[in-house]
């Protein structure tokens, strides 16, 4: 009886993770042991688990069935790897491959990961860009087959073509009879005797690309992008895997983004605040004019219809909200202070470093709490 690691061991996460805890740690853990990039003959067998512990945990129901087996350590099943327990619990190994009979040497390419930076403009109305990323991609000597050229692969001469060998068992029982995937195969039933020079056999050979990016209006921090079939080249003619993009987008000196709609602060001088008037701003879409009503205070808000961030896949923008902060001069000339002073006792106020005045306090408003 062979014992198969817990999947959150494998994994590396506790088994409360969350979807995005599984997703992160297969990301880092795939990227470790690819066994095109890591010359370690272990790394083979630790992606495979890698792989199919994802494909368990990351399911909501196959995740369910899982924990309704497992108790928090090292399982004691009668299974011989991680194939053994898909085939066990869910009818299938992994990836959705049955494991009875011969098994397709074309396999699905792995899925890639990378980031991609993009500044505030560039993320509210979009951008063409290129990503340089490093992918196995299908040699081009022998097509993907693995084999070199004008030699094809043969029967298995482990498991007479079958995919699988038979172990025999006495027990208590009696004689039991079992079947496995063929390790030398790999259940395909062929195996390759004379591997192509260019990639050893494996089909794909490592390749820097470079792939072109239409990032769509209205992209968030923290998103993700999917660009379908440029991960990984599959193997032996499999479709290629997809590459995900995770969005990070820099912050702007003047505007702050809260979904769609757009903040920013406008200084107004005292005087045109007074007695109003109108400002040019620059916005997003270029230069804007905004009208300042006459008393206009400190912490007023105007709204700029239309002018926000473009609502990704709804049409539409939102808007943009310049709240005021009126300037009050610091370097009065001994003319200007006299003519404040002078405005100061027309309307009946006093002011001054040697002058109190009373205060007037009122309940703030929404923006003031």
């Known amino acids: 009886m062979a014992t198969v690691r817990d999947l959150y061991e494998i994994l590396g996460v506790g088994r409360d ?21 890591n010359a370690d003959p272990e790394a083979e067998q630790r992606f495979k688990e890698v792989a199919g512990a994802y494909e368990i945990l990351s399911d909501a129901d196959k995740r369910a069935r899982y924990d309704a087996f497992g108790d928090g350590g090292p399982m004691q099943m ?62 081009e000597v022998c097509r993907g087959s693995g084999s070199q050229p004008g030699t094809s692969p043969q029967r298995c001469h482990t498991c007479g073509g079958s995919g699988q060998v ?34 050893r056999g494996r089909g794909r050979v490592a390749a820097q690309a470079t792939v072109p990016i239409d990032v769509p209006a209205g992209v968030t921090d923290g998103m993700e992008l999917r660009i379908g079939g440029a991960g990984h080249a599959g193997r032996a003619g499999g479709p290629s895997g997809d590459l995900y993009l995770s969005i990070h987008v820099e912050e702007d000196p003047v505007f702050e983004r809260h979904g769609p709609d757009v903040f920013a602060v406008l200084e107004v ?37 239309g002018k926000g961030i473009p609502n990704l896949g709804r049409g539409g923008r939102g808007d943009l909200f310049l709240t005021i902060a009126v300037q009050t001069p610091r370097d009065l000339s001994k003319e ?13 106020e006093t002011a001054g470093k040697r002058t109190t005045t009373q205060g007037r306090l009122r309940r703030p408003g929404p923006q003031g709490r």
């Open 336 to 348: 200007q202070r006299g003519l404040v002073e002078e405005l100061a006792r027309l309307r009946g």
């Open 78 to 139: 009668p299974f011989g790897n991680i194939s053994d327990l898909f085939e066990a619990f869910f009818g299938t190994g992994p990836f959705g491959q049955r494991r009875s009979g011969r098994r397709s040497r074309s396999e699905h390419g792995e899925d890639l990961f990378a980031d991609l930076a993009l500044g505030f403009k560039e993320a509210a109305f979009g951008v063409r860009r290129e990503v340089e990323i490093g992918r196995m991609e299908m040699c």
């Open 166 to 199: 038979q172990d025999v068992r006495r027990s208590i029982f009696g004689t039991v009879m079992t079947a496995r995937t063929c390790g030398t195969c790999r259940g395909t039933g062929e195996e390759i005797v004379s591997p192509c020079e260019r990639c």
């Open 269 to 305: 001088p005292m005087v045109q605040a007074a007695l109003g008037g109108e400002v040019q701003v620059d916005t997003l879409d270029g230069t804007e004019r905004v009208g300042i009503d006459p008393g206009t205070e400190s912490g007023t808000t105007v709204r700029l219809r």
């Open 17 to 37: 993770a969350s979807t995005e805890d599984i997703r992160t740690a297969y990301r880092r853990l795939a990227r470790e042991f690819h066994p095109d990039v």
